[in-house]
């Protein structure tokens, strides 16, 4: 077994370190979400953090970790009797993003439950957990169903498994820590909600601290076990300090103000339900505790408040999470009331500092100007920033042409809105989500088929239909039914998937004319944010002047996608052809990725090719290519003013998709109903 790197010895991450610590310290807190680019540490600390916990007793030969002083009462391995008992290290399980239901939450043999009335159960990797750590690396590209029974699960302390009547339930409470990279796609807001805390990681800018970080890593790489063994003390004393910080814990006062602070800082940054209010008491407490204190004081409760908020703050997912630090001090500051005696410094952490490191962590990694703006504004094209030649109503002034052949600045994006939904015809078989029809594990039953491999969701009444007949030759005497596994049928299930929505927008001078860009983005948002609603991959590629560029290849993060959005210049000609000659290709890349997957084309025009020679009759050979594929497709017709050409539908019959207006786009629309995106054969039909 590897030498897992020391948690002291990681360099820097104070409020990684801190909210792991406090989580050891108190699981209830609810567990930790890094946010973090590649290369931060951040599993580095996660792994290492299993060999700080506390040795745990449990009892002899149970599977479900049982604690041998209150042994859980429904164990499926119980009842068990006070005696025989073991001491081991508590375990750290990693949950792959790729696994099963089944293996996440354990597994029974229906066959042996039907034929026997047996409770066969196979645990799962929360049985595994269970007084430990459960770890999910990327826990945003896990599927969302996962994600949903894992918190349930942290969050009830148990786990429930059922399965045609037949159910198990096991004690299921562990340390739950997700990492994610926000480049790859987000979290859905529920989901956010229920991890106790969020810490944000970067590398640090400082030339010495990475130096240091890199001669650490070589040391442990040359040589593991010498290198933890120069760490040994400062591992020991963390642990001992977890120990009795746990046994402080139940002693620690929560008192009337500071009960009201966290309330008033709750109220003051207009925070949903009160799952905050909870996980900041906690949180509170358990800092209270690490410090060796008896007492929650004021700045227990800020450093809660950095800790718990920034994540529950997001209304959609292109804000940055964070919190106003100055209003979070005058919060304080305001409903203070009687907590102002100072306690003194309290013990010191494994870096010197009051909590656990050298500055007690505290907020979001600083950045300087330049570092925030290069975090958060992409590189602009021949030298536009991202709020030049914007004007009070969303539009741009007109430009002098330039070496952009005519192109003008970025425009701000008009407010989104919410949008029909569009979706791609017939059934597919691609990853969960909620755009478009699909078969998958979870949805209604719609009928049933032989199991491929191990059977998940039974069809009891195919399953009992097929043993009917056989069951005088079988020998049946008794009232229970004999099945075999040739009987079993598997439940065939339709839900929705994902989809790869490509957005192929039209940036042409065209698109530009009379403030038309600002109203296009917008809908382009509203869109974008429709696909992060239901789970879809976004791609984007703009076409103008001469050419089409990919502005973002097909990934999960439409915050990426909406930042592209936002930077996008427009101005020269129109080459339609050379945007959907290159969406083509992009999606022939993609379907050898992901074939699974299935994609809507949404090109955002007003139908007008003039870019290269014959854009017209070029454009339109591009268009049938989709068509031929039966790629689904809808064109939004930017097209504005009284004399319109109908450019647009004549694109969208190319494509073999339906035209909507950026009117017809909204959801609470005079047309009102749900747009489908129309397939060749149905409007053939």
């Given at each position: 077994m590897s030498t897992p790197f020391p948690f002291t010895a990681v360099v820097g991450q104070d409020d990684?370190?801190?909210?792991?610590?406090?989580?050891?310290?108190?699981?209830?807190?609810?567990?930790?979400?890094?946010?973090?680019?590649?290369?931060?540490?951040?599993?580095?600390?996660?792994?290492?953090?299993?060999?700080?916990?506390?040795?745990?007793?449990?009892?002899?030969?149970?599977?479900?970790?049982?604690?041998?002083?209150?042994?859980?009462?429904?164990?499926?391995?119980?009842?068990?009797?006070?005696?025989?008992?073991?001491?081991?290290?508590?375990?750290?399980?990693e949950l792959p993003v790729g696994a099963s239901e089944d293996r996440l939450v354990g597994a029974l043999d229906i066959e042996r439950a039907l034929a026997e009335g047996v409770k066969a159960f196979e645990p799962g990797l929360l049985a595994d957990a269970h007084r430990g750590i459960l770890y999910v690396d990327e826990v945003n590209l896990l599927h969302d169903h996962l994600v949903d029974l894992l918190l349930d699960a942290a969050a009830m302390g148990a786990s429930y498994v059922e399965r045609e009547g037949v159910s198990v339930r096991h004690a299921a409470r562990f340390l739950l820590v997700g990492t994610m990279n926000p480049e790859e796609g987000e979290l859905r807001p529920q989901l956010l909600d229920r991890f106790g805390l969020t810490v944000e990681v970067a590398a640090s800018r400082e030339p010495d601290q990475r130096v240091e970080v890199v001669r650490r890593r070589l040391a442990h790489d040359d040589d593991p076990e010498a290198f933890a063994a120069r760490w040994a003390d400062e591992e020991a004393a963390v642990r001992a300090r977890i120990t009795a910080a746990r046994e402080l814990l139940p002693s620690v006062r929560l008192g009337d103000a500071a009960l009201r602070?966290?309330?008033?800082?709750?109220?003051?940054?207009?925070?949903?339900?009160?799952?905050?209010?909870?996980?900041?008491a906690r949180t509170a407490t358990a800092l209270a505790a690490w410090a060796g204190r008896t007492d929650v004081l004021a700045?227990?409760?800020?450093?809660?408040?950095?800790?718990?908020?920034?994540?529950?703050?997001?209304?959609?997912?292109?804000?940055?999470?964070?919190?106003?630090?100055?209003?979070?001090?005058?919060?304080?500051?305001?409903?203070?009331?009687?907590?102002?005696?100072?306690?003194?410094?309290?013990?010191?952490?494994?870096?010197?500092?009051?909590?656990?490191?050298?500055?007690?962590?505290?907020?979001?990694?600083?950045?300087?100007?330049?570092?925030?703006?290069?975090?958060?504004?992409?590189?602009?094209?021949?030298?536009?920033?991202?709020?030049?030649?914007?004007?009070?109503?969303?539009?741009?002034?007109?430009?002098?042409?330039?070496?952009?052949?005519?192109?003008q600045s970025p425009v701000r994006a008009a407010e989104p809105f919410r949008t029909k939904t569009l979706s791609v015809p017939g059934i597919g078989e691609g990853a969960a989500g909620r755009r478009s029809r699909a078969r998958t594990e979870h949805g209604r039953t719609t009928g049933a088929r032989r199991p491929r491999g191990t059977l998940t969701k039974l069809h009891l009444a195919a399953t009992v239909h097929a043993a009917a007949p056989h069951q005088r030759a079988r020998g049946r005497t008794g009232p229970g039914l004999v099945v075999r596994r040739d009987d079993l049928r598997q439940a065939v299930r339709e839900g929705r998937e994902g989809n790869l929505v490509l957005f192929v927008v039209d940036a042409?001078?065209?698109?530009?004319?009379?403030?038309?860009?600002?109203?296009?983005?917008?809908?382009?948002?509203?869109?974008?944010?429709?696909?992060?609603?239901?789970?879809?991959?976004?791609?984007?590629?703009?076409?103008?002047?001469?050419?089409?560029?990919?502005?973002?290849?097909?990934?999960?993060?439409?915050?990426?996608?909406?930042?592209?959005?936002?930077?996008?210049?427009?101005?020269?000609?129109?080459?339609?052809?050379?945007?959907?000659?290159?969406?083509?290709?992009?999606?022939?890349?993609?379907?050898?990725?992901?074939?699974?997957?299935?994609?809507?084309?949404?090109?955002?025009?007003?139908?007008?090719?003039?870019?290269g020679p014959e854009p017209v009759a070029?454009?339109?050979?591009?268009?049938?290519?989709?068509?031929?594929?039966?790629?689904?497709?809808?064109?939004?017709?930017?097209?504005?003013?009284?004399?319109?050409?109908?450019?647009?539908?004549?694109?969208?019959a190319e494509l073999g998709g339906t035209a909507v207006t950026l009117d017809e786009l909204r959801a609470d629309s005079i047309a009102g109903l749900v747009k489908n995106v129309q397939g060749t054969s149905r409007r053939a039909a």
């Open positions: 990684l370190r801190l909210a792991l610590l406090l989580n050891a310290v108190s699981p209830a807190v609810g567990g930790v979400l890094v946010r973090g680019e590649k290369g931060t540490a951040k599993s580095t600390a996660v792994r290492a953090l299993s060999a700080l916990m506390p040795a745990l007793d449990a009892v002899t030969g149970c599977r479900f970790s049982c604690d041998p002083a209150s042994p859980d009462p429904a164990c499926p391995d119980g009842p068990h009797e006070r005696g025989a008992s073991e001491t081991r290290p508590a375990r750290m399980v602070q966290i309330a008033a800082t709750c109220a003051a940054f207009e925070v949903d339900g009160m799952r905050a209010d909870i996980v900041m700045e227990d409760v800020r450093q809660a408040a950095l800790l718990a908020l920034p994540h529950r703050r997001r209304r959609n997912p292109f804000d940055a999470p964070g919190l106003d630090e100055d209003k979070l001090d005058e919060t304080l500051e305001e409903f203070g009331g009687s907590d102002d005696e100072d306690p003194g410094p309290g013990p010191q952490g494994p870096e010197g500092g009051p909590d656990g490191g050298p500055d007690g962590g505290g907020g979001l990694p600083p950045q300087s100007g330049d570092e925030a703006a290069d975090a958060t504004v992409p590189p602009q094209g021949d030298g536009a920033g991202p709020d030049a030649g914007r004007s009070e109503g969303g539009g741009a002034e007109p430009q002098p042409a330039g070496p952009g052949a005519g192109e042409s001078g065209s698109m530009a004319a009379r403030q038309r860009m600002g109203a296009v983005k917008g809908a382009v948002l509203s869109l974008l944010l429709d696909a992060y609603q239901r789970r879809d991959k976004v791609g984007l590629v703009t076409f103008r002047g001469s050419a089409a560029d990919v502005a973002l290849p097909p990934t999960s993060s439409v915050d990426a996608a909406a930042v592209r959005l936002e930077s996008l210049p427009t101005g020269g000609r129109t080459p339609l052809a050379a945007g959907l000659l290159r969406a083509h290709d992009v999606l022939r890349v993609e379907r050898l990725r992901d074939p699974a997957r299935r994609a809507l084309v949404v090109v955002v025009t007003d139908g007008r090719a003039t870019g070029t454009a339109g050979r591009a268009a049938r290519l989709f068509a031929a594929e039966g790629v689904a497709s809808v064109v939004v017709d930017c097209e504005s003013g009284p004399v319109r050409l109908g450019l647009a539908g004549e694109l969208a």
